[in-house]
């Protein structure tokens, strides 16, 4: 049996936390350490492993979860919102807009999970011409 120490502990305990979707802020303050130290020890490569172990201990449970999240999100997509009358009758209202944007929510989150965010293009106008940010950032970068 390995040997940890108080960091170990720590790092366990911000990992674990972290996978049960608790905010840094709160483990930070539960820890008695920073936010900000909190922030770094989770994000850490060693942090990291600890999460992909506990993850790999659990992969048919999580390919199993995977798939039943993935069919609410299916569900939400095709939600629709009811109303009771006053006579206790149900009518459909329509498409439960907040329901189906949730879910597409949901769904990049799923989707861009341990990706790298893209950098956005820069687009170029056809006439040439530069917009007032473009400009901004040219006049930024000539010496003074």
Do not use: C
Not at 10 to 23: E, F, L
Not at 32 to 37: M, V
Not at 41 to 67: G, K, V
Request: net charge positive.
């Amino acid at each position: 049996m390995e040997n940890f120490t108080a960091a170990d502990a720590r790092r366990i305990q911000i990992a674990t936390a972290d996978v049960a979707g608790q905010s840094i802020t709160a483990t930070a303050r539960q820890l008695g350490i920073s936010r900000e130290w909190a922030s770094r020890i989770a994000n850490a490569p060693e942090t990291q492993q600890i999460i992909a172990s506990l993850a790999n201990a659990h992969l048919e449970r999580l390919y199993d979860l995977f798939d039943a999240a993935l069919t609410v999100i299916e569900r939400a997509y095709r939600a629709r919102r009811r109303k009771v009358l006053n006579n206790g009758e149900i009518i459909d209202v329509g498409p439960d807009h907040y329901a189906r944007l949730a879910a597409f929510g949901r769904l990049v989150q799923i989707m861009t999970a341990g990706r790298p965010i893209p950098k956005p293009k820069e687009e170029k106008r056809e006439d040439g011409l530069l917009d007032y940010e473009q400009l901004r950032r040219v006049v930024d970068k000539l010496p003074n």
